[in-house]
């Protein structure tokens, strides 16, 4: 009977565990990822979770890492002018995406940028970070050019010996993968970041809404200058307050414009883009960042994109919010 009764009370516990909060992440891509997410009763483990995630992790730096020799786009980067490589859908989908960017920021935006990367110290093969002399620049810039690479069914090929480098929507990827991959084990509400790219759904267990804080600009410290709340969408921010050098007093961040074969100069400092896909919102807002705090704007505005443009003003910073922005952040 003492059994019996055990046994009922343990069920009744049982039943009465609400959800819980869990918490995991990890190194990824030279950074890290992190996830949240809302364990339901009889969910899925966290080292079931991070298994999961840590396995499509593995998979991308597989196909994308510049970093190591044995990655696809590694194999495609050796290839000489005049050779194709057969590529997994998810890769040929980056590219074609990569390509539209392409054409509607008219090459300012262009996934062949590595040698350009590399000659001014941000790329993996770079030696110290450097302004180059120009002649090494107009030699590299040969190399350089998204109107190299066509789509033959599903090869890619090259006209030119140009290198991919997809860093700049990879993470975006990931975490579209990553999301599919939790709600497909019955995760109904989680925050999946990926290298600062993130993607919200649901509600927290209290049901709450997820609340993301966009940064201010700064190389000194974390500082959050608005606080949104999101459901269902993804958060991209662009900026090029991390990763630059100074040389003889001028400024050089690793966002470049392949127009010009060198970093951008203007005083936009970051971009944020929110959008249902987190491969749209990382492209976007890198591109946003690459056209400069007029033309990005004119963009966004032309092209209905929810975007925050912070720009640098005598003082500190100054946003600018599209419409597409302020209807999304309300839930409109």
């Not at 998979?59 to 890492?65: A, E, L, V």
């Not at 590299?140 to 789509?151: A, E, K, T």
Request: net charge neutral; glycine share 8%.
């Amino acid at each position: 009977m003492r059994i019996a009764l055990l046994f009922i009370l343990l069920l009744l516990t049982a039943c009465n565990q609400g959800p819980t909060l869990e918490r995991l992440g990890g190194p990824t891509m030279g950074s890290s990822y992190s996830i949240q997410y809302v364990r339901e009763p009889g969910g899925p483990v966290p080292a079931q979770v991070q298994m999961a995630v840590e396995t499509i992790l593995h998979d991308i730096d597989h196909h994308y890492s510049t970093y190591r020799g044995d990655s696809i786009v590694s194999q495609f980067n050796r290839l000489p002018a005049g050779q194709c490589l057969a590529l997994p859908p998810d890769m040929l989908e980056l590219v074609s995406l990569g390509q539209h960017l392409a054409e509607q920021s008219d090459g300012a935006f262009d996934l062949t940028v590595e040698p350009l990367l590399d000659l001014w110290g941000f790329g993996p093969q770079a030696r110290h970070e450097q302004v180059p002399e120009p002649q090494a620049l107009a030699k590299v810039r040969r190399r350089v050019g998204y109107q190299h690479l066509r789509i033959k069914g599903r090869a890619l090929c090259k006209d030119a010996p140009v290198q991919l480098d997809l860093n700049s929507i990879v993470a975006g990827h990931a975490v579209d993968v990553i999301a599919a991959r939790l709600q497909a084990m019955g995760v109904g509400s989680f925050v999946a970041e990926v290298t600062g790219e993130l993607k919200a759904v649901g509600r927290k267990p209290d049901g709450s809404p997820w609340r993301i804080a966009l940064e201010l600009p700064r190389e000194d410290r974390q500082v959050a200058r608005q606080i949104i709340p999101v459901n269902s969408l993804s958060v991209s921010t662009s900026g090029d307050y991390r990763h630059y050098f100074e040389q003889n007093g001028r400024r050089y961040s690793h966002t470049f414009d392949a127009r010009l074969g060198r970093p951008v100069e203007h005083d936009l400092a970051a971009v944020t883009v929110l959008d249902a896909s987190a491969l749209q919102a990382d492209g976007y807002s890198t591109l946003l960042l690459i056209l400069g705090p007029q033309r990005g704007w004119d963009f966004a505005v032309a092209h209905d994109l929810a975007a925050v443009l912070v720009t640098r003003a005598e003082g500190g910073f100054v946003s600018r919010s599209t419409p597409a922005f302020e209807r999304a952040v309300k839930g409109q």
